[in-house]
Every structure is written in C-alpha cells, then in structure tokens.
C-alpha cells in the first residue's frame, strides 16, 4: 500500500501568500509523490496500471483511504477473481460493494477484449492526454471525468484539475466562484479556471490541486 504522507495543515490560509507559505513547506513532499506517480505510469506494469484504474472507480462517492484499504484487500488476484469474490472483499470494506464489483469486472472484461488488459496500449494509440481522458469516460464503467482525471494524474500524466469537495471549496475560498460540476461542460469549464487561478499565482496546476487537498484533509494520498 502506498504510504500517507502527513502534512501540517494547521496554519490559516486565506490569502494567495499564505497559500505559498504552505506551499513552500510541502512542495518536496508533492514533488516526490508526482515522481512516484511517474514511475508507475512508465513502468509498463499492466497489473499496477489496472489497480490505480480500480482504486480510482472504488474512490467514486467514498474516500481516498477507504480506496486504498480496499486495493490492499483485493490484492493482485483481482486481475483473475469472480464477480462473487470481489464483492465479497469489498463488502463491510466499502460503501458499495455490489455495484462496485460489477465496475470493475465489467471494465476488466472490457479492457481483457480489446487490448489484453493492458492500459499502457491505450496510452500509445490515444496521444492526446484529454482525448484519453474522454475515452475512458465513455468506455470505463463507474468513470467520469473526476476519476478519469484522476487515474490519469496517478499514472504520470499533467495538466488535470480532480474536482472533489476539497478542491472546489478551496477554490471559492480564494474566490473562484465555482460549484460541483454537474456535468462534462461544467466540468472543463472549472477545470479551465482552475488552471487560469494556478497560473496567476504561478503554482503548477497538478501541485495546486495536491496542495488544495493536502490543506483540507492533512495528508496526501493519492
């Protein structure tokens, strides 16, 4: 399991200099997670490549922590478990552990036909990072666009905004007037915002938005 790196969030930020002076305190512990994340989207690895792909459908309506002990749960034997025998791990372990495991059977069966359970192949058919986002959002049961950034981020690529509670309340904190997205229009349009906020303070949007969450929850996870 990957481990949580805990954070001091307990100084005020309200203001864009208070924002960097937490910054400038947590930025090696964002850079180094990036870097892992780098790593395991270069690796080639089609069993971890499909665990950050399940992790993110279990993080939907949950919690980062509750994705990872449910990871840790299924363990590497959900490249070849049975409907039953995921929903049976998940139960008591997450909030959905029925509709949970028809997404991640459905979505392995489904990456198993068309490309041998092998996500790293989709990177190199699909060049454009949002064309990519776009394709799993249509075709990755339980994947919309916040997971699908999401996944995308955790196996190294850049440029996403994950538009949970945390980053949007962060956002209106520094008066980003922005609401949770109720769609894929609504969703790119914060995202486009987000990014204009994180160029003029001059923070790179993917240690923004680890910045955001790290503050409102104390930790980064992934």
């Not at 309506?61 to 509750?66: E, L």
């Not at 070849?80 to 028809?102: C, G, M, S, V």
């Not at 454009?128 to 996944?151: V, Y």
């Not at 008066?175 to 894929?184: A, C, H, T, W, Y």
Request: contains cysteine; proline residues 1%.
């Amino acid at each position: 399991m990957i481990d949580i790196i805990k954070v001091d969030n307990s100084k005020v930020i309200d203001s864009v200099s208070s924002l960097k002076d937490y910054y400038s305190l947590i930025q090696p512990q964002i850079e180094h997670r990036l870097s892992e994340f780098q790593t395991i989207g270069s690796s080639h690895d089609r069993l971890a490549l499909f665990k950050e792909l399940v992790f993110c459908i279990l993080t939907a309506n949950a919690s980062a922590k509750m994705a990872l002990r449910c990871i840790d749960i299924l363990g590497d034997t959900i490249i070849t478990d049975n409907e039953e025998t995921i929903k049976n791990k998940l139960k008591h372990n997450h909030r959905f552990p029925n509709t949970r495991a028809r997404y991640i059977i459905e979505s392995r069966d489904y990456l198993k036909r068309s490309f041998g359970l092998n996500l790293f192949r989709i990177f190199e058919i699909i060049n454009d990072q949002f064309a990519l986002r776009e394709f799993l959002k249509l075709n990755i049961l339980g994947i919309g666009f916040k997971e699908s950034s999401h996944f995308l981020r955790n196996v190294g690529y850049q440029g996403f905004a994950i538009l949970d509670k945390h980053i949007i309340s962060m956002l209106n904190l520094f008066k980003v007037k922005v609401s949770k997205p109720r769609n894929g229009k609504e969703y790119i349009e914060i995202e486009r915002r987000m990014m204009n906020f994180a160029n003029q303070i001059d923070i790179n949007i993917d240690h923004l938005d680890i910045l955001f969450w790290s503050y409102k929850t104390g930790e980064i996870i992934k």
